[in-house]
C-alpha cells in the first residue's frame, strides 16, 4: 500500500520549534518532489514549503521563510519541515504530498496534490 504518514505535530509556545517528518512507504520518495501544506481553522489550506526530488529546489510561502527548513533524507525514506521561531498563525493542520516538481507557486502545486492528503499532523502555537 502506498501512503504518506505525517507525524511530529504538538502544542508548543510562541516562539518554539517543531520538527514534522512525511515518511513513505510502499513506494521510493526519492523519486518524488515533496510539498507539505497547511490549513487553518476556518481558512484556506496553503502551500508550505516544497522540495524537488533531488533535494536542488526548495521553495517556501513568504510567511515561513527564514523560520522553516526542509530537507530530505532518502534512506529513511523521509522529508522533514523544521520549523523554528513559530508564531501563532502556524497553527493548523500540517500535510505533505508528492508530485512531480516543486512548483514555484505552491498554490498549483497544493491543487494537484490536495486529494492525496493523508491525516496530517496537528500543529498547535499557543500560550
Known amino acids: 500500500q502506498l501512503k504518506l504518514v505525517e507525524s511530529g505535530g504538538g502544542l508548543v509556545q510562541p516562539g518554539g520549534s517543531l520538527r514534522l517528518s512525511c515518511k513513505a512507504s510502499?513506494?521510493?520518495?526519492?523519486?518524488?518532489?515533496v510539498g507539505w501544506f497547511r490549513q487553518a481553522p476556518g481558512k484556506e489550506p496553503e502551500g508550505v514549503s516544497c522540495?524537488?526530488?533531488?533535494?536542488?529546489?526548495?521553495n517556501y510561502e513568504a510567511s515561513v521563510k527564514d523560520r522553516f527548513i526542509i530537507s530530505r533524507d532518502n534512506a529513511p525514506n523521509t522529508v522533514y519541515l523544521q520549523m523554528n521561531n513559530l508564531i501563532l498563525e502556524d497553527t493548523g493542520m500540517y500535510y505533505c504530498a508528492v508530485d512531480t516538481f516543486c512548483e514555484d507557486d505552491l498554490h498549483y502545486m497544493m491543487e494537484r496534490t490536495s486529494d492525496s492528503w493523508g491525516r496530517g499532523t496537528q500543529v498547535t502555537v499557543s500560550s
Open positions: 522540495i524537488s526530488s533531488s533535494g536542488e529546489s526548495i
Open positions: 510502499g513506494f521510493t520518495l526519492d523519486h518524488y518532489a
